[in-house]
């Protein structure tokens, strides 16, 4: 069974520019995540959809952050403009449906911000 | 904001030894999950214990779960250097039709030979 797809693995910007992350999910997952892991800390919670419906976006950034998925499967999350904060590893999983206790973590993508 | 704390936030033992890990959590939870993160393979599920069980075994994995004191320990028995990774404990609360996840802060274990 094929993991959680995300690209780029690495990212470097400069601040106010802009920025998007591409997630493809286990196939047949319904509910995806996007978590924020600033290091030396845990995954954050940004965003979580059911299908192509959000479930949870009480954590994003709605300012900067958007994102979307479309037709229930991949999706992507954008940031405009980035700060020096928004340095991080974004994590993308999916799970088998909302109540779904376990997550799958795809290999993240390193973001930096100069 | 994260609502587990891992304690130790460092631990070192030598192969062979048994490492336990706590994390302690504010809110009432459905579930607590436990998972490892390093730089070879990312983010891995562990194990999960329901807000009525006590107690969970995986392999060399025991979890403990105490909702009274609102705690959860992970026990690695004998330890292999391939244990050495970050562990994370998550609790989960049912919310929106979604198990929403908050992670701690996690204990980074180095298990030396």
């Known amino acids: 069974e094929a993991g959680v797809a995300q690209s780029p693995r690495y990212k470097i910007i400069e601040k106010r520019q802009s920025v998007a992350f591409w997630c493809n999910p286990i196939?047949?997952?319904?509910?995806l995540y996007w978590y924020q892991q600033i290091l030396g800390q845990g995954p954050k919670l940004l965003i979580q959809?059911?299908?192509?419906?959000?479930?949870?976006d009480s954590q994003l950034p709605k300012d900067r952050f958007s994102a979307e998925r479309l037709k229930g499967v991949d999706s992507t999350l954008k940031i405009q403009p980035a700060k020096l904060e928004d340095s991080a590893v974004y994590l993308c999983?999916?799970?088998?449906?909302?109540?779904?206790?376990?997550?799958?973590f795809g290999p993240g993508t390193r973001l930096t911000v100069t | 904001s994260q609502q587990g704390e891992e304690d130790p936030q460092a631990l070192s033992i030598q192969e062979g030894e048994n490492a336990t890990m706590n994390c302690s959590y504010k809110?009432?939870?459905?579930?607590l999950q436990w998972y490892r993160q390093n730089s070879g393979r990312g983010l891995v599920h562990l194990i999960l214990?329901?807000?009525?069980?006590r107690e969970k075994h995986s392999g060399r994995l025991r979890v403990t779960l105490d909702t009274s004191k609102k705690s959860s320990s992970l026990l690695i028995t004998a330890s292999r250097a391939a244990d050495t990774a970050s562990y994370f404990c998550?609790?989960?609360?049912?919310?929106?039709?979604?198990?929403?996840?908050?992670f701690g802060t996690g204990t980074q274990l180095k298990v030396e030979l």
């Open positions: 999983a999916s799970s088998l449906e909302a109540s779904g206790y376990e997550q799958y």
């Open positions: 196939s047949g997952h319904a509910t």
């Open positions: 959809f059911q299908n192509n419906g959000v479930v949870d």
């Open positions: 809110t009432s939870i459905n579930n």
């Open positions: 214990i329901r807000s009525n069980e």
């Open positions: 998550a609790t989960g609360a049912l919310a929106g039709g979604g198990n929403k996840l908050t």
